[in-house]
């Protein structure tokens, strides 16, 4: 926009005041935020959640749209060839953003950093360790050591093969020299219980599936992937500081928007979604989805991509490697 006024006055046309007051009154219309996955999922809880506020905040009506398909990949790609004016927005996810499209031969048809606008995060779940009870394991050395004595015998549980809790023992193991078995389930839950039902050894699970496991006392919880101690169990380590520096693993949704939105939209958009952070039925209910709240401004935001793109894209070409 900067650009556009610059180039009509040095041409000798004056902006119509008529004009930018119609550009400064977003929204005028209904705004839509597309969700990449089905109705009823947490993120799809997300996203209901977040129009509801923003609607209160901008008086103007806010649409749930579900696209799903392809892990994410469709809803995001639509949003990202959407037209750039302030009404359409995705509830993205990480691993459609910062992971699978770094995957060595997949095709998502959008680029996360040049067609896409980070807005500001709106929830992050850590990942908990978690380990069957019956294993001699109580720390993160003892799971390395043991792992290191038994190459090839421990199995781990995910939610999927591909998914974030697949790629963070992936990840695990390349920072450790360790050698697991993956045993990928349909959903993180039932990867948790076959942790109780002996199926498997271990899991790097996502927060909301380990918690009503570890509260209950049917797994033994070692450390938490975040770069922090997590609120819920803050005398459980990260992985970060006990055994691996910089290994920090969180899936996050965050509100994104077309590439080349005009500015002021984006800085108003994070300006509500940080208010809704604070909001305290927001984050009760987050809580209750073993979540967290986040103030994220779109700097931060888009720093955290480029450092979990960093961190992922190598893992990814070495995974490729591994297949030829």
Known sequence: MKHLASLMLTLGIALAPSAVHAQDAWPTRA??????????????LIGRMTASF??????????????????????????????????????CSVGAISVVPFAQGQKVGYD??????????????????????ALPINSMADLVAHAKANPGKLNYGSSGLAGLTHYAVELFQSRTGTKMNHIPYKTGAQGVLAIVSG???????????????????T????????????????DLPSVHESISPEFVVETWNGL??????????????????????????????????????VRT???????????????????LAEIAEKKH
């Open 31 to 44: 705004v839509t935020l597309i969700v990449p996955y089905g109705a009823g999922g947490y993120t799809d």
């Open 199 to 217: 199926e498997v050894d271990f899991a790097f699970a996502n927060m909301t599936d380990a918690l009503p496991q570890i509260e209950a006392g």
């Open 112 to 133: 996360p950093v040049r067609d896409l606008i980070p807005v500001s995060i709106l929830s992050t779940i850590s990942q908990a360790v978690v380990v069957k009870k």
């Open 256 to 293: 994104m928007a077309p590439a080349k939105t005009p500015e002021r939209i984006v800085r108003r958009m994070s300006e509500v979604l940080m208010k809704m952070a604070d909001d305290p039925e927001v984050k009760k209910t987050m809580i209750k989805a073993g979540a967290n709240t």
């Open 54 to 91: 923003v609607e209160k905040e901008l008086g103007k009506s806010v649409v749930v749209e579900n696209r799903v398909g392809g892990g994410g990949i469709v809803g995001t790609g639509a949003v990202a060839r959407s037209a750039p004016d302030g009404y359409t927005f995705c509830v």
């Open 219 to 234: 797994v033994r919880s070692l450390a938490v992937t975040s770069r922090g101690r997590s609120p819920y169990f803050p």
């Open 297 to 315: 401004t779109p700097e931060a935001y888009a720093k955290q991509i480029q450092d979990e793109i960093a961190q992922w894209k190598p893992l």
